[in-house]
């Protein structure tokens, strides 16, 4: 016997299997859903059960009509039992498990799109977006279809409303549509390259930690500019740091013949480009936590030699009082790059083997502490 609450959590697994095919025509209405009436042994056995079933279903109001049949049993007579449930479209099913909204949404999309891009049908991925950005979502598309190749930086798109953190939450959506416009394959191509815009340039910090390079340089201490240029700086640099944060890469006092990389996080992939890095004794100094090693394990990866520094166990064991939390650690159970005591300390972390989600970001060790280890 299936009561309402279990009918309900059919229609949950179906709807959110389901809707996307339901909102490019699939037709499987009118939908119906057995409620599995007792058979007269299970009405004798549990008589209380099937009362409470029958009078769920008496009492109940909702999408859908509800098919009643007439039962004959032999000791319990004549019984009018509820026998399936039928839904005649979508919105009775996203009513049914609270969706409603969300089904609207879906065929204001659909509508929205399709009447202007019916090519779009068999390959747009819906979005749930109100009003305003989907009119800024066809005014998009509209203007780069008109102009494939135009050039430009997005924000110089003639497009209302358009800013950086609302196309980066899109990129991956306009660049598919895009391409199903277009019949073309993605390839091995950026949002960039498909929408024919111009990419932000990408940037790398570095500190110059020695007067006499910087007189080389026009006296600048603090740089910022693409890897290509800094490689064709011609310096005569003996020893490179690379520091995850950027506090602590500004901390840096001058070292002779040196030069300092910060604040790079995930983009660290960059300095892959600056060639003249690994010909450098070269350290990396970053927080003792999962993200920290896997941005060690990048830098070696191009830079074999590089030496972690204040990354090991002692360093993290010393400073108990500043340990704070890391909420969501790297996924990777092992980095291959890694020498055997980083990846102790790594799978240390993972395994919560000092306390559960652990880290010791390298800001607060206290400066009087690093210098010295860095130096060494």
């Known amino acids: 016997m299936k009561f309402p609450k279990d009918v309900q959590l059919i229609l949950k697994r179906r709807y959110r299997r389901q809707a996307s095919q339901w909102v490019q025509g699939s037709n499987p209405w009118p939908m119906s859903i057995p409620l599995s009436p007792p058979s007269e042994q299970e009405a004798r056995q549990k008589s209380e059960t099937v009362r409470d079933w ?22 319990l007579g004549t019984q009018s039992l509820p026998e399936r449930l039928l839904l005649f479209g979508a919105e009775d ?6 969706q409603s909204d969300d089904w609207r949404a879906q065929m204001v999309f659909r509508q929205t799109f399709l009447k202007r891009w019916p090519e779009l049908e068999q390959g747009l991925k819906f979005v749930d977006e109100d009003e305003d950005d989907l009119g ?3 005014a998009m598309l509209e203007w780069l279809e008109r102009n494939p190749r135009s050039n430009l930086y997005p ?11 609302w196309l980066e939450r899109r990129m991956d959506w306009i660049a598919r549509a895009l391409l199903l416009l277009r019949g073309e394959p993605s390839g091995h191509r950026d949002f960039y390259e498909i929408a024919g815009l111009r990419s932000l340039p990408h940037l790398v910090r570095m500190r110059i930690l020695d007067a006499r390079l910087r007189e080389s340089v026009g006296g600048l201490s603090d740089l910022c500019a693409p890897p290509d240029e ?8 003996r020893k490179t ?58 830098v070696r990866s191009f830079i074999p030699g590089v030496q972690s520094k204040l990354m090991d166990e002692s360093t993290l064991c010393d400073h108990q009082v500043f340990w704070g939390d890391e909420m969501k650690q790297h996924p990777s ?40 280890r860095l130096l060494e």
């Open 136 to 138: 800024r979502l066809v």
């Open 333 to 372: 159970e092992s980095l291959i790059h890694l020498n055997p005591s980083e990846r102790d300390v790594y799978e240390g972390l993972r395994a919560h083997r000092w306390r559960p989600n652990l880290r010791l970001e390298q800001e607060r060790i206290p400066w009087s502490y690093a210098w010295p």
């Open 241 to 298: 740091f690379i520091v995850e944060n950027l506090q602590s890469g500004l901390a840096f006092e001058d070292i002779p013949n040196s030069v300092l990389f910060m604040g790079m996080g995930n983009g660290i992939s960059l300095l892959s480009q600056v060639s003249w890095i690994a010909h450098t004794e070269c350290v990396y100094w970053g927080d003792i936590d999962t993200y920290g090693f896997s941005i060690l394990d990048q």
């Open 155 to 165: 924000r110089q798109i003639p497009v209302s409303g358009l800013d950086t953190k």
């Open 93 to 98: 099913v996203a009513e049914w498990v609270g």
């Open 230 to 237: 800094i490689t064709r700086l011609k310096l005569p640099i």
């Open 54 to 75: 029958v009078l769920a279903w008496q009492t109940w109001s909702g999408k859908g009509s509800l098919i009643w049949k007439e039962t004959h049993w032999r000791v």
